[in-house]
């Protein structure tokens, strides 16, 4: 069967070439059966269940800070090509992922309108989606693997990045689970940040620095406000429309309550930590502020962002504005 078919980009074919075709005939061959087959069924669709999960989110904590303690009688661990093949990795299957999500939903957008996408089943969870939602919440334990490098290269494992990858791993259980159809909106901008954030990651294992790096930063906090607007907005309308109706509402949104609250009450949390990061990292007056804050354990430094800021703070010296430590600093 002929898979590859290319036309003129256009709504229903935004890349020209149709990628689903090729996706799911990758899926056959690998799998045995039609991605269109595919079943998320709890107790049987592999890491379906909560146990799992929560048993997975638990090791890696065990795993992580066990291992650190370890680590502190031996020295670094240079992983430099595996870390690059790590990052490239997870950049090329971000970008796939985010490719394939542009092509479902780009259609359903242009034709019924963002209410329709973030609010009706057949708009934000059809069975592509479906796939693509199951096949980005498995990259979150992947991606688990950012922070074994760091505690075998003997960095720091500080608060907000060990947090928000067990908590990440988590809210994309939730959703999946709940079946919420606003899930394609905070996954969607998640891989957009993941392409940037791992590609500079694979550019700073190969030696390379990067002026951008403050705006990672920037863009997890845009990204988080932009969430919490859809999400905010689905879980009112849904919430005021069973429960209020007498209120302002757009009417049903499809998904679980659960959901709804572990997806506003996670989120709302990453917003309010990252914001913190940022202006401990970036806009304090003086270094000895942000060196207080740092040591006291008051800010929570993410590393995999800012280990050259993190590293000046520690010193006593003064970050620059444009994120970037004096020259004597490496990554």
């Not at 070439?17 to 069924?41: I, N, Q, R």
């Not at 040591?295 to 003064?318: E, R, V, W």
Request: proline fraction near 4%.
């Amino acid at each position: 069967m002929d898979v590859l078919q290319i036309q003129i980009p256009s709504i229903d074919r935004p890349f020209g070439v149709h990628l689903w075709p090729l996706f799911d005939a990758a899926w056959t061959k690998a799998l045995g059966y039609s991605a269109m087959d595919f079943k998320f069924e709890q107790g049987v669709t592999p890491i379906s269940t909560l146990m799992t999960s929560l048993a997975i989110i638990v090791t890696y904590y065990a795993v992580i800070f066990g291992g650190r303690e370890v680590m502190r009688s031996y020295n670094p661990v240079k992983l430099r090509l595996l870390f690059q093949i790590h990052n490239l990795f997870l950049t090329a299957l971000s970008g796939a992922l985010l490719a394939l999500f542009i092509e479902q939903l780009l259609p359903t957008l242009w034709n019924h309108g963002i209410f329709y996408g973030i609010c009706n089943r057949d708009g934000g969870w059809t069975q592509p989606l479906l796939v693509l939602y199951y096949l980005n919440y498995l990259t979150k334990y992947v991606e688990l693997l950012d922070t074994v490098f760091l505690f075998l290269k003997k960095k720091p494992l500080t608060f907000l990045h060990c947090y928000h990858h067990g908590a990440t791993a988590l809210l994309c259980y939730t959703q999946l689970v709940g079946s919420t159809a606003v899930s394609w909106v905070p996954i969607t901008l998640n891989l957009i940040v993941h392409v940037v954030m791992y590609w500079y990651y694979f550019q700073s294992a190969r030696g390379i620095q990067v002026w951008w790096k403050q705006w990672i930063t920037r863009l997890q906090i845009t990204q988080f406000v932009v969430d919490l607007g859809f999400v905010y907005f689905a879980a009112y309308t849904y919430f005021s429309s069973t429960y209020m109706p007498t209120l302002p509402n757009y009417g049903q949104c499809a998904g679980e309550e659960f959901a709804a609250i572990s997806g506003c009450g996670i989120l709302s949390s990453y917003l309010l930590l990252f914001i913190s990061f940022y202006f401990a990292t970036y806009r304090k007056s003086g270094s000895s502020a942000a060196k207080r804050a740092v040591q006291n354990g008051d800010i929570a430094i993410d590393p995999k962002f800012t280990q050259d800021a993190l590293d000046s703070i520690k010193n006593g010296n003064t970050v620059k504005a444009n994120g970037s430590a004096p020259r004597s600093q490496k990554d």
